[in-house]
């Protein structure tokens, strides 16, 4: 795991759209795994900006998300389907068939997460997957005790996970209770992860992530097991982990072929 700690969100949404913007670069029809919440929005600011003002093109990108709730219409302010729309697919060249977001509203939604799965597979995986975390350790919306073995199917939220997520509704009563989500085996078998986490509330779910032992009760621990894994966090989300000191040290000074 490479933690990297910038002092802002923005800094370390700079940090992400390099990698992808190089991603891009070797790799024109490049699959990326993408995340919704708070977290990501300044890299998708970033990458709007990157294609606004560098050219750089998604054109031949496919893209996965992690998650959608359930029951909520696309056109639903607080679905994901809205929130990719808004903050990243509307800003830059993406094709809208090549972008894919669960079906929460599928009659057969077993089926919609096996079709999901095979979806992945035959696009020949994903090479690079955004994350963020949840203030209960879940990545995706594999919550604790998550098989950390687990595919893309139906869970239900928790009740840290609804009170977090209700200040996106309008009416906290409205939270839906269950999702669909990619699973933690699903998450694992991308190429490369990059997890983002920004600001003093996650700081505890942080250091159990990255410095705690493996546990289904932090899914996100899982990533500890990965050999590619950036986690890329600012000043007051990195304030609790023992090993701070050295983290910053190694990204001070890396050598020039590994920058
Ligand atoms: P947040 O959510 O970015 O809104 O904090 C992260 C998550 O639940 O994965």
Same mark, same amino acid.
């Given at each position: 795991?490479?933690?990297i700690?910038?002092p802002s969100?923005?800094?370390?949404a700079?940090?992400g759209?390099?990698?992808i913007?190089?991603l891009?670069k070797?790799?024109?029809n490049?699959?990326?795994?993408?995340?919704t919440g708070s977290?990501p929005?300044?890299?998708?600011?970033?990458l709007?900006r990157?294609?606004?003002d560098?050219?750089l093109?998604?054109s031949?990108i496919t893209?996965?998300?992690?998650?959608?709730?359930?029951g909520?219409?696309?056109d639903h302010p607080?679905?994901?389907?809205?929130f990719?729309r808004?903050?990243?697919f509307?800003?830059?060249d993406?094709r809208?068939?090549?972008?894919h977001?669960p079906?929460?509203e599928?009659?057969d939604?077993?089926?919609e997460?096996?079709?999901?799965e095979?979806? #992945?597979?035959a *696009?020949?995986g994903i090479d690079?997957?955004v994350? /963020?975390? !949840?203030s209960?350790?879940? +990545?995706?919306?594999n919550?604790?005790?998550?098989?950390?073995?687990s595919r893309t199917?139906?869970?239900?939220?928790?009740?840290k996970t609804?009170e977090?997520?209700?200040?996106?509704f309008?009416?906290p009563n409205?939270?839906?209770?269950?999702?669909?989500?990619?699973?933690v085996?699903? #998450?694992?078998? *991308?190429?490369?992860?990059?997890l983002?986490?920004f /600001?003093? !509330?996650?700081?505890?779910i +942080?250091?159990?992530?990255?410095?705690g032992?493996?546990?289904?009760?932090v899914?996100?621990?899982i990533l500890q097991?990965h050999?590619?894994?950036?986690?890329?966090v600012d000043?007051?989300?990195a304030?609790?982990l023992?090993?701070i000191?050295?983290y910053?040290?190694v990204y001070?000074?890396?050598p020039d072929?590994?920058?």
């Amino acid at each position: 795991m490479e933690i990297i700690i910038r002092p802002s969100p923005e800094e370390c949404a700079s940090i992400g759209g390099r990698i992808i913007a190089d991603l891009i670069k070797r790799k024109p029809n490049a699959v990326l795994g993408l995340a919704t919440g708070s977290t990501p929005i300044p890299l998708y600011s970033e990458l709007a900006r990157m294609h606004k003002d560098e050219g750089l093109s998604f054109s031949e990108i496919t893209t996965f998300n992690l998650d959608e709730y359930i029951g909520l219409p696309g056109d639903h302010p607080c679905s994901y389907q809205f929130f990719m729309r808004e903050e990243l697919f509307g800003k830059i060249d993406i094709r809208p068939e090549s972008t894919h977001i669960p079906n929460g509203e599928s009659d057969d939604i077993e089926r919609e997460c096996l079709a999901y799965e095979q979806a #992945i597979a035959a *696009s020949g995986g994903i090479d690079l997957q955004v994350l /963020g975390i !949840g203030s209960d350790g879940h +990545i995706g919306f594999n919550e604790p005790g998550s098989s950390l073995g687990s595919r893309t199917r139906i869970k239900t939220l928790t009740g840290k996970t609804i009170e977090d997520n209700a200040r996106f509704f309008e009416d906290p009563n409205q939270v839906p209770r269950h999702c669909v989500t990619m699973g933690v085996g699903t #998450i694992m078998d *991308s190429a490369a992860l990059m997890l983002y986490a920004f /600001g003093e !509330g996650k700081a505890e779910i +942080i250091s159990k992530a990255v410095e705690g032992p493996v546990s289904a009760m932090v899914p996100a621990s899982i990533l500890q097991m990965h050999p590619c894994v950036k986690v890329i966090v600012d000043e007051a989300a990195a304030s609790q982990l023992a090993n701070i000191e050295y983290y910053k040290e190694v990204y001070q000074n890396k050598p020039d072929w590994q920058k």
